[in-house]
């Protein structure tokens, strides 16, 4: 069984920057691939960034490339989504993922709001 906890969203005016961080319990944390979602309201939850499990190969959505960046630190069981030069389109509640042997895990999200 693994657990997801995310944290670090927050209210932010355009132009700023937040790191949102992953934290996971129970299976080798580095034995598997992370990504991030999110889902701003009235729509589908969207692929925002994803990693290896050795961190050497990452992929970002589009509209992200350039800003938002992920990472991970095997050692803390954490990974993480750094978000610069913030939007008001990036507002949504972000969540964790990982897919370990076919079973999807999501965290509960963590509430990223940036004003104009």
């Known amino acids: 069984q693994v657990q997801l906890v995310e944290s670090g969203g927050g209210l932010v005016q355009a132009g700023d920057s937040l790191r949102l961080s992953c934290t996971a319990s129970?299976?080798?944390?580095?034995?598997?691939?992370m990504s991030w979602f999110r889902q701003a309201p009235g729509e589908e939850r969207k692929f925002v960034a994803g990693?290896?499990?050795?961190?050497?190969?990452?992929l970002y959505a589009n509209d992200v490339k350039g800003r938002f960046a992920i990472s991970r630190d095997n050692a803390k069981n954490t990974a993480f989504l750094q978000m610069n030069s913030l939007k008001p389109e990036d507002t949504a509640v972000y969540y964790c993922?990982?897919?370990?042997?076919?079973?999807?895990?999501w965290g509960q999200g963590t509430q990223v709001f940036v004003s104009s």
């Open positions: 993922y990982a897919n370990i042997l076919r079973r999807e895990y």
């Open positions: 129970g299976r080798s944390f580095s034995s598997y691939a």
């Open positions: 990693i290896n499990w050795n961190g050497d190969t990452t």
